[in-house]
């Protein structure tokens, strides 16, 4: 009866509680072990007082790689129902234009909604930029990676910086995360405090290239790693600055910050992501690849004292934070368009993370070949993967090389709850419980869905080639296709 009593409390507090401000830090292949979160000595000390003021998300779980995972939080999609691949804004990709965005729901609600930084959640129409999917203003780049100062992104050998609704000029040469913190600052100087703040701000860090101004380099990280570790602590100094802005406006105390990677840290050729202890890294499905750091923090009355400081290990899908921010808001928590289009997949996690309630989520869908499920009461994970990227990487890598992992090309099972590093296979000695997953695999295969397959692209009819976009706009990158005229 206690625990009923919690979850009843922590709803009523929920509905009477105004709605809070809403802050989403999405950083870009960070590794598990990246961060003082999970390794107490990385150059981190924002993240891990923020982590240990809050909730760690030990099962906090997202694609294996970038734009999918964007695409998943931005929707409130699983990515085989959204985008699993990682097109560039020349083609058709990221969030479809007949889904409704996070920012859509909570914009619907009063909310003032922003974003700063890495955007990949498509481009490649005019409807699909940050602007026109729920969001107030835009400052960031619509692409995966490019240089941090020159913001070039070589797959379509032009720049990429976007303002709002037209080409970021004048911007070149100054470090990305520099803008993007400098805009994330304005935003909270400005912001209107009678309405909720929705700020979504992914950073740049730390995906390669390896760069980062000389004040955060430490000359006594190992030179291997110096660069790395610099781009760290400047993700770290922006988490402080921006949390310092909204404690400086009186806003903190009304805020929930969330905090995830995009995926697992990258560890092949010469990267340095870490995701020790948990095996792989980006590009795999293994823990290392898709069970990101993440954690619950802020001010805000609706993460109870007796929360703060401790760790879940509830299922938690990236897509969730959809209909948990919709409830918190107040609004519809689900989106159905229809016409074919999946309808959203999140499912409102915060009683589970808060007031000890039954997590609602019970499968994780982690790619079309690989699922997180309970079978017979066990949470076993089923996983098959055969690339490079199956590794265990040792808690000083790069320094040391990754181990390589034995094959799970012909299919893996692991008892995730009790074998995290993914270690014993048991595939054959459990043929009933592989059998099992591999019919849920196959289920949630048969129901994929990728943005653009269709053709669908609204009244966004009227394109142009991308040589002939940059050369009417200087070299930069942007959308291709806009209204018709």
């Known amino acids: 009866m206690l625990g009923v009593a919690k979850v009843l409390a922590a709803a009523a507090v929920t509905a009477a509680a105004p709605a809070p401000h809403v802050v989403f830090f999405l950083a870009d292949d960070f590794g598990h072990y990246d961060s003082t979160v999970w390794n107490p000595d990385a150059p981190t000390p924002t993240l891990g007082k923020l982590a240990a003021e809050g909730i760690k998300l030990d099962r906090h779980y997202v694609y294996q790689f970038c734009s999918p995972t964007r695409s998943s939080f931005v929707s409130g999609r699983l990515p085989i129902h959204v985008n699993t691949e990682n097109h560039p804004s020349s083609e058709a990709g990221g969030v479809d234009l007949r889904m409704q965005t996070v920012a859509d729901k909570l914009k619907s609600a009063g909310y003032a909604t922003h974003q700063v930084g890495k955007w990949h959640a498509g481009a490649y129409l005019a409807g699909q930029v940050p602007t026109a999917r729920g969001f107030d203003s835009s400052l960031g780049y619509l692409n995966g990676m490019e240089d941090h100062y020159t913001h070039h992104f070589g797959i379509l050998n032009g720049t990429d910086m976007w303002n709002d609704t037209a080409p970021a000029y004048g911007t070149t040469g100054q470090y990305g995360d520099d803008l993007y913190v400098a805009r994330s600052l304005r935003i909270i100087a400005e912001h209107d405090t009678a309405a909720p703040l929705f700020l979504y701000h992914a950073f740049q860090n730390t995906h390669t290239p390896y760069q980062v101004p000389e004040e955060y380099v430490d000359p006594s990280d190992p030179e291997k790693v110096q660069a790395f570790f610099g781009m760290i602590r400047h993700l770290d100094t922006a988490v402080l600055n921006i949390t310092n802005a909204l ?37 795999s499905d293994f823990e290392g690849g898709v069970r990101a750091t993440a954690f619950v923090s802020g001010g805000s009355a609706l993460i109870p004292a007796g929360k703060r400081g401790t760790t879940s290990t509830a299922l938690v899908h990236i897509c969730d934070w959809y209909a948990t921010f919709a409830a918190m808001a107040g609004v519809d928590t689900a989106d159905a368009p229809g016409h074919g289009v999946p309808a959203s997949d999140g499912v409102d996690v915060w009683a589970a993370l808060t007031a000890d309630a039954p997590p609602p989520r019970t499968e994780v869908p982690l ?18 993967d055969s690339k490079s990227a199956n590794v265990w990487t040792p808690k000083d890598f ?5 181990v390589p992992a034995p094959s799970c090309a012909k299919g893996c099972v692991f008892a995730i709850d009790t074998d995290t590093r993914e270690e014993h296979d048991l595939a054959a000695r459990r043929p009933d419980v592989t059998a099992a997953l591999q019919k849920r695999v ?14 669908y692209v609204g009244e966004y009819t009227h394109c142009t080639s991308l040589d002939s976009y940059k050369a009417n706009h200087k070299g930069f990158c942007g959308p291709l296709c806009s209204k018709g005229e």
């Open 247 to 283: 404690k400086a406006r009186d806003m903190w105390r009304d805020t929930i910050v969330v905090f995830s990677a995009d995926n697992g840290g990258e560890c092949l050729g010469k990267s340095a992501g870490n995701n020790y202890p948990l095996r792989g890294c980006k590009y």
């Open 367 to 384: 790619s079309a070949k690989s699922v997180i499920s309970s079978v017979n009461g066990t949470v076993y994970k089923y996983v098959t």
């Open 398 to 402: 790069p320094l040391s090389p990754a």
């Open 442 to 455: 196959a289920a949630n295969a048969a129901t994929k869905w990728q943005t653009g397959a269709d053709g």
